[in-house]
Structures are given as C-alpha cells and as structure tokens.
C-alpha cells in the first residue's frame, strides 16, 4: 500500500479545468466569492465529488463537504477553499480541494478502503477579497463568528453575503457550526513564499499560523517650504515614517527567528517635492508564530514611535486593522506528514505558514495541520503563480499516506 | 530725510484690492500666470503704475516695468512678481511690486526726488505653477532662455505661453532680454519660512539663494508576501526608501550650516498592507548655500543609495528634475540694507532664500539683494499666508530708504 501513488496528470487536468473558469485570460482567474464565476467552480467541484459518489452536503454559510462514506467513525477531512483574489492563481486553495478528490479517486481505482470515512471540504469566502474577514466559511464552521452575523456581511460591491448565497444556490440546509467534528483536518496549500524553493526542501510541514498584527497609523506634523524650514524647526511625519520603517526591519533582525515586520503602504500629504508633508499615514504588518514575541515587538514599536514622537514634534494615530493570535497545529499531525514525506523519500522542512489558512480554524476543532507544497519565486495571488507538476504530484502523495495513516490513528 | 515713513494704510489697501482679484474667498487668491485673473491683477497694478505718473513698458515676455523718470543714470529697480500658485496668499511677490509703488508715492509725496530714476517690475509667471521653468519672465528678461523657447512654452493646460500673451494683451512691444541693466535690483518679499519668527528678528538681509538639487529615484525590488517572504529573502524598496530618507536627515545634521534635505513624496507599488512592494519613487530635494558643500551633499547621497542597492538587492534610477547653482547676492546691496534697518531701529538677520526670487536672475546683470520680513509660522503658497502690518510696514520702509541710498550710490 506504502507503493500507492496518485495520477498527476489527472490532478493536474481538474486544476486546469477549474481555472478555466473566470479565467483571466493570462494563466490566472478570477472567482471572487458567491459571485457567477464562483457559483460555476462550484458547480464543477460538487459535480466531480458526485462523480466519485461522495456525499455532498451544503452548509448554510456555503461550505460544502463531499464524504466517502466508508469505513467507520468521523471522516479525516481535507480541502481549502475554492475563490481566488481578482488576480489570483489556479493553485492557491482549489489545489487543497482538488487533491482531496485525487486522494479519494486513487484509493477507489486501487481499491483501498480507509479506517475511516474520508471528507473533501471547500469552505466560502477564505480569500476575504469581496466579503471580509477572510476564512469566513471556516471561520463559521467552527463557531467563531455568529452565523447571522455572516449571512449579513456587506461585500465591496455592496450585496449581502447571505442574498448571494441565496442568488447562486448554495445557502445550503447542512447546519454551521459543524454539529460534527472531522476526526482530523489536513490541508495541502502551495507555500506562497520562496523558503522551500530557496532552502531545496520538497515538503513544507506547517507547524502553525503566524499571530498578525495590522496597524494603520497617522502621522500629523507641520507642513512647510523644504527650502526655507531650517531642519532644527521641523515637525516632518515624512521622516517620522521613514525612521519607523527602518526600525521595523533593525527591530525584525534583532527578534529574529520567524518574525517579519513590513511597512507596505506609505502615504504623504501633500506628497510634493518641495513640501515637508503635513501627514503621513502607513501601515505596520508585524507576524510571529509566537504570541509572546509578538507581543514584545508589538510594545518595542509603540515605544518606539512614542519616543520619535516626542523628539520629531509630531502627533501620532493608532488604528489596530486586524489582530490574530499565533496557531499552533497539532504536532501528531505534524509527525505523520514528516514520516510519510521521509518514507516517501522528500525532503522536509517544518515551517510556519506566514498566510492564513483554512485549516487555522478547523484546529479549533480537531487534530489540524498542513502541507506545503513550493510555490516557484514565491509568487502568489498573481496569475504568475506556479507550482511544477512533480511538486503537485508529491504534495499530493504526501496527502494521500497523511490521511491513511491518520484514519488509522485514534488520537487520545 | 531719514525721517521718512510710507504709510501702511495705503500699502495694505492695495495689498488688498489685488488680493481681491482670483479671490478663493478663504484670505488667498488664485491667479496663475497669464490667465483672465493674471490679466486683471496686471490691469489693476499698471493703472496704479499710470496714476503715480510712472512710464509703463511691457516687454516681449510681458514683463511689466513702470519707471519714475527722475533724477539721471540708469534707474534702481524694486519689484517681484504678482502671479500665484493655485493656492496662493496674497502678500507673495505681491509685496514686492505693490511696496514699490508705495515707495514712491511717499516720495513723491514727500518732495523728495532721488538722484536717480526709479523702477517698480513685475516679471511673468515667476511661480511655474501654470509654465515650467519658474521666474521664467525674469529669467528671459537677463537672457538666461531664449525668448523664442520661452514663448513656445505650453502650460499644464496645453495652452502655449505666447498665444497666452496675446490673449490678454501683454505682449509688448520692448525687446527682452533687456537692453540696459539696472543700476541696482531691490526685493522686498515674505521670507515663506519660520527662521525670523522663530528668532524675534525683524528683517532678514537675504545674501544669496540656496542652490537646489532635484532628483526623482526609482527603486525597483521583488514584490512579495508580507507574511510568508522571510526577511533575508527580501528585496524591499519601501525599507530602501526609508533607509534613504533617514539618511538625509542624518546628512543634513552633520554637513550642518544652511543644508536641508527633504523627501516630501514617497509612492509605493501596489501601496498595500501586505505587500512588500515592487516599486518605490521617492524625490530628493537637497539644497545648500554653498556649491561645493551642496555636490558633497550631493555625492554622499548617491553613493549612500549605492551601497544600500548593493545590500538590499534592488535596482536604481536616478533622474535630476531641477540642479540649479546656489546664486550670491551682492554684499554692497546687503550693507545698505542691513545699516538702513539699523538705523530704523530694526533688528536683521543675514540669512540665505531657501525659494527662488526673480532676484537671483537679476543679480546676473546688476547689485541685487533681497529684503526678508517675517512669515507667520513660515506658511506659504497657503491662504493662510500672513505678515503683519507692523512687519509689512518695516519692510517698505527699509526698502523706501535702500532704494534712496542705492541712487545715491556709484558701484565701483
């Protein structure tokens, strides 16, 4: 059984199936969630999950879960989401769904029976680009947000989460949160980074989520002529942002380990030449896979700028965008991946993820964790984003030992 | 004759009556070079020219000169510019000609008639904000452009400079560059910087113009991941461009003296929270008094963003927006200006223009010098702009007894 492999050619003809719909004409695609292009990639997706005669349920946030029902027990689940950004890749999330299917349909064409009822799960609105927060399906799922509360977020486009739901037919009657937990959760997910690529790892083993912390802040300071203000008298929220940009990366390097720290959106009032700015308004995007730490760079930043402040002249305004605690996954999942990779004969690197996935949520729940496949360069959310097909294939190999071994497992 | 004292009743009401003209209603006026308000403003100063009996000529840039014909020899000009940016007060350039006027008409008043001719001008679209290059009127006017190039300038607005001239009548009939050079070149103008305020001075003795350095620099780096692209993996133009910025104010600090260094404009590509950027335009606008020091500056800077290229990855493009030599005024013209303010009780300050003036272009063919008053809280180009008429008065009046001793003077 240990000799099983999957078909990457037919993993990788439903890949591009799928990304042919809402395509963007240049490799990438378009689904933005509960919209038209969303609705038919999941018709298309349930359509293959009846074809492998799973048994689909739909939720009432949308999520939808294809079980084979075999074996006994609650099912080992898989899967991620199917919408993309505007300009997304054909890889992000549809690649967790699809290879689920591929799991299923290499285990029936070998006629292998699981321990345990195997699930395929895509969940609504991960990305969070036309409904926010992003992993809201999931999110809902597990009982962290209120499901009326869900039904009535308002997209950018100003509909009604629940009246698109509604519109392309997938308000579905299946109850969220879950009545049932999965025995346990995997997730295959291309990296979206360069680590695997740029260390030679074949197999990334998530160890958890990194914790996020989103700042805005707003600098107010004086706006004067640059050539007549002698230095000594000004009040510059310019350089107030450019020395908090600067300390963000002093401030990374000195924690170390797998904190990253960026400063992605600058913004200057009046934003001329000659000008010293009345206003400066930036963001801070501080990650740590732990809580701790990033508590630590959280208040060495706050000092920081309070202290700059003070010296500079200027007035400064916090606002807190978005703030998420570190997950951690489950290290017996953790193992089994890293088993199975070393049997499989893949290199391994474990490593946290930097994005948010799914699977964070479905840790609430049950024994979760993840796999990375390489993303080429890194890229992702981009129409350029690739992942060669050897690296599919034994990602999604590794997906289908992890979950054999796992319905073999009773965790305690 | 020392005795002598313009009224400052009659230099504000005119102040004001031109300020009326391209009111934004706010306390400033707009009034971009050779528009229908330009045109009015013109209309208006050049009647005020004729009713004091002054000899009014329009040259071929529509420079406009109205002379006192008094006296023998070549005449001392006073004089600025009466356009304004978009946003513009109503003392800036403004002061310079309608202070002349008043000038005279206490003069004339007075009894008092000068060894010499005097002069009050007002040069074309000196602010640029309508046609590149700024004090374009003025710069024709000493045979720094070529009249021709100047004329076939097109504004922000597609219009061409000489048609422009045309329309609004000020085209005129006396050559340009000028055929004969003043005797000496008087500006009275709002210092548009704190430096007086700050230091409870009365009257700054202006002893040349800061030479200017514009550069615009592009950064170019790797888009990537905020969360999943660790930091030694990165190519980050936003941390470069802070890093830059950073530097420059540390530059400043230490070469000391007149030095300043603005970044005022950052743009970032795609300027988002999660993103490390692929593309920073930041300007650089340094400036200094002394050329040699001002190339230093100027070499330090670029071998900075060189190392820091080297070190971070990224590509560079330099490209100069403006470089203009600082421009020393004449000390002969200062020691008249800073005795006469002596003698009226005023305290000086000697202090360098960190704006360009339509002086600067004069002191290529005659003594020229600028006369400073005091700039609440340094806001210019604003309607805001504000000199009070205290500080108005004493301006005029150091102005009334420079011009008088200027006459009295043979330049040797």
């Known amino acids: 059984m240990n000799a099983l492999r999957i078909d990457s050619n037919r993993l990788i003809k439903r890949l591009k199936d799928l990304g042919k719909v809402g395509s963007t004409g240049d490799g990438g695609c378009c689904r933005l969630a509960l919209t038209e292009e969303d609705k038919a990639g999941r018709d298309l997706v349930t359509g293959w999950m009846r074809e492998l ?3 689909v349920t739909i939720d009432a946030i949308g999520n939808t879960v294809g079980v084979w029902q075999v074996g006994s027990g609650r099912p080992v689940m898989m899967g991620s989401h199917i919408d993309t950004v505007r300009t997304g890749g054909i890889y992000d999330g549809n690649l967790g769904v699809l290879a689920g299917l591929e799991v299923i349909e290499t285990l029936q064409r070998a006629g292998v029976t699981p321990r345990r009822p195997l699930a395929v799960a895509f969940f609504t609105d991960e990305e969070g680009a036309r409904f926010a927060p992003d992993m809201l399906g999931s999110l809902v799922y597990v009982g962290g947000l209120d499901l009326a509360a869900a039904l009535d977020t308002v997209a950018i486009d100003g509909a009604r989460l629940g009246d698109e739901l509604q519109r392309i037919g997938y308000a579905g009657a299946a109850s969220c949160p879950a009545v049932e937990a999965p025995h346990a959760f995997v997730e295959l997910h291309v990296e979206q980074g ?4 740029v260390e030679g790892q074949r197999i990334g083993v998530v160890t958890g989520v990194q914790g996020i912390s989103w700042k805005e802040l707003t600098i107010l300071g004086q706006s004067n002529h640059a050539g007549t203000t ?3 008298l000004r009040h510059d929220p310019a350089y107030a942002a450019a020395a908090i940009a600067v300390f963000l990366r002093q401030l990374a390097a000195e924690l170390g380990g797998d904190q990253v720290c960026t400063v992605g959106k600058i913004d200057l009032f009046p934003n001329l030449i000659n000008v010293v700015p009345a206003q400066a ?5 501080v990650r740590n896979t732990d809580e701790q730490r990033l508590q630590q760079a959280e208040a060495r930043i706050d000092a920081f700028c309070r202290d700059l402040a003070e010296t500079e002249g200027v007035q400064l305004q916090f606002r807190t965008l978005a703030r998420f605690a ?3 996954f489950d290290p017996r999942v953790d193992e089994v991946i890293e088993t199975v990779a070393g049997d499989l004969g893949l290199s391994t690197l474990r490593m946290p993820s930097g994005a948010g996935h799914d699977a964070q949520m479905l840790a609430r729940l049950c024994p979760a ?8 360069r890194g890229v992702s959310h981009n129409p ?3 992942t060669d097909p050897t690296n599919l294939a034994e990602g999604c190999n590794v997906l289908l030992h992890t979950v054999l071994r796992l319905a073999d497992t009773d965790f305690v």
């Open 53 to 55: 005669g799973l048994h």
């Open 194 to 197: 360069p680590r695997l690529e």
């Open 230 to 232: 002698p230095m000594a």
């Open 281 to 285: 308004v930036l963001t801070l995007d």
């Open 326 to 328: 570190p997950v951690v």
């Open 369 to 376: 964790a993840m796999i990375f496949t390489q993303s080429h």
């Open 384 to 386: 350029a984003e690739y």
